[in-house]
């Protein structure tokens, strides 16, 4: 006696993610795709960065402070003081950054993506642009991810420069460093790549964050209460791919890009 496909555990959540996986495929296709909704960009960009710039800034000077008094105080015990703003440095662009944005992105701008798509959706406003011919994806995901891609990026290089100065007032003025060893450190451990790779990592958070909040968006159940729900699961799922997409990329960047100095 066979056992249904429907019970047998774990098939409703592999369903899932063969549609999400299915779904960021086809918005990465319709952003090469004619005709592009430029306008639909543009709005969307401006609307996610609107949301996201100020928490983005404000999340970024404690995230910084913290990072260089607990890097600080570790480079105090072991007498090497000098390297405390190359470390900082590292903590922030590398990692802090990165997460800060993608966390800002998936719980902000993802929410918002995930609540309009999921009103359309609700309304058939989705079903209607399928019988009339107009692929939704084209126009309404596909410019929704890109903003989110865009955003990501531009906020990872504001919240770099925030956090590395809020590390360097921190360190200087609570913690009695000198202004030239922090700086003059930097190029001891820190080289270009870790630029690169924070706003790789900056670039595919966003990516991720707006394909999950468009899946959950197209996905609801239950009327309107169901949309908040969906916007609830989309950023709590975001937040579990991010932490494991950052491990990843953590791992293949450091075996590839050995550290400055070895």
């Known amino acids: 006696m066979t056992t249904p496909a429907g019970s047998v ?18 918005s990465l296709g319709a952003m090469f795709r004619r005709p592009f909704q430029g306008r639909e960009l543009v709005e969307q960009f401006w609307f996610i960065a609107s949301v996201t710039i100020l928490p983005t800034a404000l999340v970024s000077i404690p995230f910084g402070a913290v990072i ?16 405390t703003g190359a470390a900082s440095v590292l903590a922030v662009i590398q990692q802090a950054s990165p997460l800060i944005v993608a966390l800002l992105i ?12 999921g009103s359309r959706t609700i309304r058939e406003e989705i079903d209607a642009m399928v019988v009339m011919g107009v692929s939704p994806v084209q126009r309404l995901i596909a410019p929704r991810v890109l903003a989110a891609m865009l955003v990501s ?22 913690q009695g460093g000198t202004p030239g060893a922090y700086l003059a450190s ?12 924070s706003e790789i990592k900056a670039l595919i958070f ?5 394909a999950v909040a468009a899946h ?24 579990l791919l991010l932490f494991f997409v950052n491990l990843v990329l953590t ?10 100095g070895s």
């Not at 998936?106 to 798509?117: K, L, N, Q, R, Y």
């Not at 504001?158 to 360190?171: D, E, K, T």
């Not at 930097?186 to 790779?197: E, G, K, Q, V």
């Open 9 to 26: 555990p774990g098939t409703a959540a592999l369903r899932e993610t063969g549609k999400l996986f299915a779904l960021a495929a086809a």
């Open 206 to 210: 966003g990516f991720i964050a707006g």
């Open 216 to 239: 959950r968006g197209l996905n609801p159940r239950g009327g309107p209460k169901g949309v908040g729900d969906a916007v609830n699961q989309s950023v709590v799922i975001a937040f």
């Open 153 to 174: 990026v531009f906020l990872n290089g504001l919240v770099s420069v925030v956090g590395v100065l809020g590390g360097y007032f921190f360190n200087v003025i609570m």
């Open 68 to 83: 260089a008094l607990q890097v600080g105080s570790l480079t105090q015990q072991l007498g090497a003081q000098s390297f």
């Open 186 to 197: 930097f190029s001891a451990l820190a080289h270009l790549p870790d630029l690169y790779i």
């Open 106 to 117: 998936a719980g902000a701008g993802g929410s918002a993506i995930c609540a309009d798509i």
């Open 251 to 260: 791992a293949i960047y450091l075996q590839i890009v050995p550290p400055k």
